[in-house]
């Protein structure tokens, strides 16, 4: 008896061991799923200015010497003034902003909090036909004029093709939005715009993702040499890293759309992506990018 005892002892041993094999190869096949930007990046950077004012041409050739990338929020109605005008013209906007985003700020800019809902839906509609014209592809983006709207207003823009806007202020962090609706940026440019980029550019923790959002308008620099220079030493401080992906607003919105529409196996060993663009995720610290259409099953020995 004494002997049948230890061997079920043994036996219960052996059990209790083999349960614990499965269960460490369980824990070990549970792969860690993380979205990752474009080519596979943890970093986004992105600028936003407003009103398409003349100075625009000089902050855009500017951005696009750095390789940055903004979004220029317009009025539709402020864009047909004569060669004095103080605007970006109707004419040139494709061309001056071709590697950029043009995005709505409302017909003629007024405090829209104040404003009838429908007279709102007009701003925004108008201002849209306009851009759209111009710029020759659908305006679904914008920053509130005067830092003005409600909740109802966000409620009502996405009947008006308006995916995400702008708000003021400054958060300081490099966190992506809750709400794109209410999409609040790390910093004004004269805001800790230096001290904000290097503690950006510090960021190595691949396990998150991180967004750097500048703001502002381009007449604050107005005729000032030296603050040229300054958002100037920043697009040379900040531009030109492998590790940060350089995007418009509408860019990012669409890219995290895709992302959080992929289709995952519920063995996480297979993903397919129904939308229209590629994604990049990565997959126990492999990156793998799945094209649009395309159904990937994941292995250990190779990714992209």
């Known amino acids: 008896m004494i002997y049948q005892k230890n061997q079920y002892k043994d036996q219960k041993k052996t059990v209790l061991k083999g349960e614990t094999t499965a269960m460490e190869r369980k824990e070990k096949t549970l792969s860690t799923i993380f979205t990752c930007f474009p080519e596979g990046r943890h970093k986004v950077l992105t600028m936003s200015y407003d009103d398409g004012r003349t100075y ?4 855009v050739a500017l951005f696009d010497q750095y390789g940055i990338k903004g979004t220029f929020h317009l009025n539709g109605g402020t864009l ?14 494709r061309e001056l902003y071709q590697r950029h985003e043009v995005s709505c700020h409302t017909y003629t800019h007024p405090t829209i909090s104040r404003c009838p809902l429908s007279q709102v839906v007009q701003q925004v509609i108008e201002d849209r036909k306009v851009l759209e014209a111009a710029c020759g592809y659908p305006v679904r983006g914008m920053s509130y004029p005067n830092g003005s709207y409600s909740k109802d207003i966000m409620q009502m823009l996405p009947a008006c093709g308006i995916e995400y806007s702008r708000v003021v202020g400054n ?23 230096m001290e904000n980029a290097e503690r950006f550019l510090g960021l190595h923790k691949t396990q998150y993702l991180y967004m750097m959002y500048v703001w502002g308008h381009s007449y604050e620099f107005g005729d000032d040499e030296k603050e040229w220079a300054r958002i100037e030493a920043f697009c040379k401080l900040i531009g030109g890293h492998e590790d940060i992906w350089y995007a418009t607003n509408i860019e990012i919105v669409d890219y995290m759309n895709a992302a959080g529409n992929l289709k995952f196996s519920a063995a996480g060993d297979m993903a397919y992506n129904p939308g229209a663009i590629p994604v990049w995720i990565s997959v126990d610290g492999t990156v793998w990018k799945i094209e649009s259409g395309e159904t990937k ?7 992209l």
């Open 80 to 93: 047909f003034g004569g060669a004095e005008s103080d605007r970006v013209r109707f004419e040139e906007i």
């Open 297 to 303: 099953r994941f292995c250990r020995q190779a990714g």
């Open 56 to 59: 625009d041409r000089r902050l």
């Open 171 to 193: 958060t300081d962090d490099f966190g992506l939005p809750e709400n794109y609706l209410e999409w609040k940026a790390t910093c004004h440019h004269g805001h800790n715009l």
